[in-house]
C-alpha cells in the first residue's frame, strides 16, 4: 500500500505549470471514436482515467498511444461495439463512451460506469439524448439535443486546456501552508469563483492570461458562504481543497453542496487533523482552529484526497495520506511539484500495520 508522507508548516514559495485538464482530454478521447483516421490530442496527463479510456479504445479495437503528453488514436480500426464490466469500473467517465460507439457502430453495450462515490450520478441524460436521437434505450431525463449533421468527421489535432481543478489546488495549498506561488498554464477566467473566495480569505491575488499568482497570509479569516454550482460557478471539485485551506481560518464559513449529495466524505478525516466541522445534509460549517496537526488519514475520493494533501501541508508535524488509488485518477507529478515548491511531500510504500 502506498501512502504520501508530509511534513507540514513549510510555506510554498515558487512557480508550477498545470497539466492538462482530465475533465476535458477524456470526452475528446471518447468522441475520437466518431472520426474513422488518426487524431492527435496534446496536453494529456499521465493519470490513471486517462490510462483506462485507452484502455477502452483499445478494447474496442481502436489504435491508442500515449508518448509523453501526446496521444494518438486511430478509429479507423474500431471493430467492437462493448465495453466489459472490468473497464467500466475504472472510472465514472467511462458512460461517455456511449455516445460515439453507438453513432459509429449503431449499437452499444455497458454496464454501470464506477468511480468517485459522491452520491447518485444517473446517465438519464445521456439515455434520453440518445433517445431524442432516434435510438431504442430506455432511461429517464428531459434534456433535447439537437445535432443538424450531414458533413462526415475525420481525424484532428487538438490541444486539451489546462487544469483548472489542479490549479485551484496548487492555489488551495500556498493558502493553507503559506508562501507565494504562481500558477502557470490554465485561464484564471475558468475558475475565478475560488480565487474571489481566496482573495476574501485574505490571499492576495494576481492574474494574468494564463496564470494566477497567490500570497498566502498567516491566519485567513472566513468568507461568505459558498455554493457550489455548474460552471461559472464555484466548481464543486473545487470545495474540498478550499474548505482545507480554510479549516484554520478565523471564523466560520458555510458550504452549501449543489451538486453531489455525499461530497463531504473529507471532513470526518480533516477533523483527525483538528479541524471543527459539522455537516448536516448539504451544509457543512468549518469553524477555523488556530493550527492542525499531522494525522493518519484515509481519501475516499479524488478531491477529498487533494483536500488532506492540503491540509497536511499547512498542519504542524507529519501526516500519512493513503487511498492514492483516487488521488492518481485526477492529479500527475502532484508530489513532484509541492517538493519543488519547498513543500516535504514524498509517497512511500508502506505495510498493512504502517
Avoid at 37 to 47: D, E, F, R, Y
Wanted: proline share 5%.
Amino acid at each position: 500500500m502506498q501512502a504520501i508522507i508530509v511534513e507540514g508548516g513549510r510555506p510554498l514559495v515558487g512557480g508550477v505549470e498545470v497539466h492538462g485538464a482530465k475533465n476535458s482530454v477524456l470526452p475528446i478521447l471518447a468522441a475520437a471514436i466518431l472520426a474513422p483516421g488518426k487524431s492527435v490530442i496534446h496536453n494529456c496527463p499521465p493519470l490513471s482515467d486517462v490510462a483506462a479510456s485507452l484502455d477502452i479504445l483499445r478494447h474496442l479495437g481502436c489504435r491508442a498511444e500515449q508518448h509523453g503528453t501526446d496521444i494518438e488514436v486511430d478509429a479507423s480500426t474500431l471493430t467492437g461495439s462493448s465495453v466489459p464490466d472490468a473497464l467500466m469500473r475504472e472510472m465514472r467517465s467511462s458512460v461517455i463512451f456511449l455516445g460515439g460507439i453507438l453513432g459509429r457502430t449503431g449499437e452499444a453495450e455497458l454496464t454501470f460506469p464506477g468511480g468517485c462515490e459522491l452520491g447518485p450520478r444517473p446517465i438519464d441524460l445521456h439515455l434520453s439524448a440518445i433517445r431524442a436521437l432516434g435510438a431504442d434505450v430506455q432511461g429517464a431525463g428531459t434534456s433535447t439535443i439537437l445535432i443538424r449533421g450531414g458533413k462526415p468527421l475525420h481525424g484532428g489535432e487538438y490541444t486539451v486546456v489546462g487544469d483548472r481543478i489542479v490549479a485551484c489546488t496548487y492555489l488551495a495549498a500556498a493558502a493553507a501552508a503559506g508562501g507565494a506561488v504562481t500558477v502557470t498554464g490554465a485561464d484564471p477566467r475558468h475558475f475565478s469563483t475560488v480565487t474571489a473566495v481566496l482573495a476574501e480569505a485574505g490571499c492576495t491575488v494576481r492574474t494574468g492570461a494564463d496564470w494566477v499568482e497567490l500570497v498566502g497570509r498567516e491566519g485567513l479569516q472566513a468568507v461568505r458562504p459558498i455554493h457550489t454550482a455548474p460552471y461559472p460557478g464555484f466548481p464543486t471539485d473545487a470545495q474540498p481543497p478550499v474548505m482545507a485551506a480554510l479549516a484554520r481560518g478565523r471564523g466560520t464559513t458555510l458550504f452549501v453542496e449543489h451538486i453531489f449529495e455525499n461530497r463531504y466524505r473529507h471532513a470526518q478525516e480533516l477533523c483527525r487533523m483538528g479541524a471543527d466541522i459539522k455537516v448536516e445534509g448539504r451544509v457543512a460549517a468549518v469553524s477555523g482552529v488556530r493550527s492542525l496537526h499531522g494525522a493518519a488519514v484515509e481519501a475516499a475520493d479524488l478531491r477529498g484526497a487533494a483536500a488532506l494533501l492540503v491540509a497536511a501541508l499547512g498542519a504542524e508535524g507529519e501526516s500519512s495520506i493513503t487511498g492514492l488509488k483516487h488521488l492518481d485518477r485526477g492529479y500527475a507529478g502532484l508530489e513532484r511539484d509541492l517538493t519543488a515548491l519547498g513543500g516535504r511531500v514524498r509517497r512511500v510504500e508502506q505495510t498493512p500495520e504502517g
